[in-house]
């Protein structure tokens, strides 16, 4: 009897594992190859959808960039803030974000200023 037991709390905890999955957003170093042959280099702001729950946003700035990440309601709000920088070279940063279905919605800010995506790829 305790072996099914087990059995039985075992399995319901994988699957209660399966199908949750938490905010995460981290800037990534090493972009997957089939998310790589989908960015677009004229764009600044680019998300790539790569499942449900995941995707990738890329951004480019000229300066040096810090993220804040904040929820509410239903609302995943990035704000991107980028610092004054004399160099005009363009640095890309690549951000993994991972989100559950309690976000319905994705508002970007770039220093404060609501920010349309310039794409948006699904796979």
Request: with cysteine.
């Amino acid at each position: 009897m305790n072996k099914v037991l087990y059995c039985v709390l075992f399995t319901a905890l994988i699957l209660t594992g399966c199908n949750s999955s938490t905010l995460s957003f981290s800037e990534i170093e090493i972009v997957p190859d089939n998310v790589q042959d989908k960015i677009d280099s004229s764009y600044k702001l680019q998300m790539i959808t790569e499942s449900e729950d995941t995707s990738y946003i890329i951004f480019r700035s000229k300066g040096a960039v810090t993220t804040e990440v904040t929820t509410k309601d239903g609302t995943l709000t990035i704000n991107f803030n980028e610092e004054k920088h004399d160099d005009n070279e363009v640095g890309d940063y690549f951000y993994k974000l991972t989100r559950g279905s309690e976000f319905d919605t994705i508002d970007v800010l770039v220093n404060g200023q609501s920010t349309a995506f310039d794409d948006i790829t699904i796979q």
